[in-house]
């Protein structure tokens, strides 16, 4: 893959190379830029248009690289945020993995503790010591 990009952008090269040889007295006759509205009159003075060219490309890769850091900061804020959470659900799995094995199910109750889970409230349970005083 690595050897198919260089061999593209070597042809580009190139190829830029044979237009800018080819077209060379096109390429060097003066231009100006004008810009008439109804308040404002601009006139440049006379560059060269290969001048104009190579300003316009490198302006247009200036405002490409302000895009792409900017995508690429998105992005790394987005990989922490997904690692913050792999690390926040490792940490969960692993102190689950590391409660007691019990017979019976832990449910929370109303106070934000875990209790054993009984089919009577905890009120109406009658310990072992009340069944003997009963009978």
């Known amino acids: 893959m690595i050897y198919l990009k ?5 042809g580009c090269v190139a ?16 231009l100006k830029i004008r810009l008439d509205l109804m308040f404002i009159q601009f006139e440049s003075t006379p560059f060269a248009t290969y001048l104009v060219i ?3 490309f490198f302006v247009g890769l200036f405002a490409a690289s302000l895009l792409g ?6 992005l790394r804020r987005m990989v922490k945020a997904s ?11 692993d102190s689950l993995r590391n409660l ?19 089919d009577e409230p905890a009120s109406t349970q ?9 009978s």
């Open 126 to 134: 009658i310990t072992p010591e009340e069944k003997e005083a009963l």
């Open 69 to 74: 850091l900017g995508e690429r900061f998105k």
């Open 15 to 30: 190829l830029a190379i044979i237009f800018m040889v080819q077209n060379m007295n096109e390429l060097s006759e003066p």
């Open 83 to 93: 690692q913050k959470e792999a690390d926040t659900l490792s940490r969960e799995l």
């Open 100 to 118: 007691p094995i019990t017979g019976e199910p832990m449910v929370e109750n109303n106070h934000g503790e875990e209790a054993p889970a009984n």
């Open 54 to 56: 190579m300003l316009s």
């Open 6 to 10: 260089a061999i593209v952008i070597t």
